[in-house]
C-alpha cells in the first residue's frame, strides 16, 4: 500500500491505516527513511491515536523511549541509527522488548534485521516532489527473515 501526504495535517490517514494493523494483532512496526523524512513524526500521530499524553521524542541518544498508552499498555519507541553491530542490540535489550507482546516502534531497523522473526509491518518513508511524504506499508510475517 502507497500512500502519499502533502500536509502533516494529513498524517491521521496513515495513522488510521497502521491502528488497523494494531486490531489485527500486529505489535511490530519498522520506519525506514532519510533522515528528516517523518518517521519520529509519524510515530508522535501514532502515540497520540494510542492515548499516549505525555511528550513523544526522538531515542537517539536514549536509544528507547516508553510511553503509557491507557489502551495498550507500554508502547516501545526505538533508535537504532547508532548502533553498528548486531551485538549492540543485547545491551539495549532488544530481544525482551520484541517479546514482551507490547507495540514496537523501530526507526533505522536495518541493524536487527536477522532479530525480527515474528509478522511486523514495514513503513519506508520518501520524500517525493512538491514535499510529498509517500508512505510504502507493507507486512511481512517474518518467516524470511
Not at 548486531?86 to 532488544?94: M, S
Request: proline share 3%; net charge negative.
Amino acid at each position: 500500500m502507497e500512500l502519499h501526504i502533502r500536509a502533516i495535517e494529513d498524517l491521521h490517514t496513515v495513522t488510521a491505516v497502521l491502528a488497523g494493523y494494531i486490531k489485527d494483532g500486529y505489535t511490530l512496526f519498522l520506519l525506514q527513511g532519510d533522515l528528516g523524512a517523518g518517521k519520529t513524526t509519524l510515530i508522535q500521530s501514532m502515540c497520540t491515536f494510542l492515548g499516549v499524553e505525555e511528550p513523544v521524542t526522538s531515542p537517539t541518544f536514549s536509544l528507547v523511549n516508553e510511553y503509557d498508552s491507557p489502551d495498550y499498555g507500554s508502547v516501545y519507541h526505538m533508535d537504532l541509527y547508532r548502533l553498528e553491530k548486531e551485538e549492540d542490540l543485547v545491551q539495549i535489550g532488544l530481544e525482551e522488548y520484541l517479546d514482551s507482546g507490547n507495540l514496537c516502534f523501530i526507526e533505522w531497523p536495518e541493524v536487527a534485521q536477522g532479530k525480527f522473526d515474528k509478522k511486523l509491518v514495514r513503513i519506508e518513508i520518501a520524500m517525493g516532489s512538491d514535499n510529498i511524504r509517500i508512505f510504502k506499508i507493507t507486512t511481512d510475517d517474518g518467516m524470511d527473515a
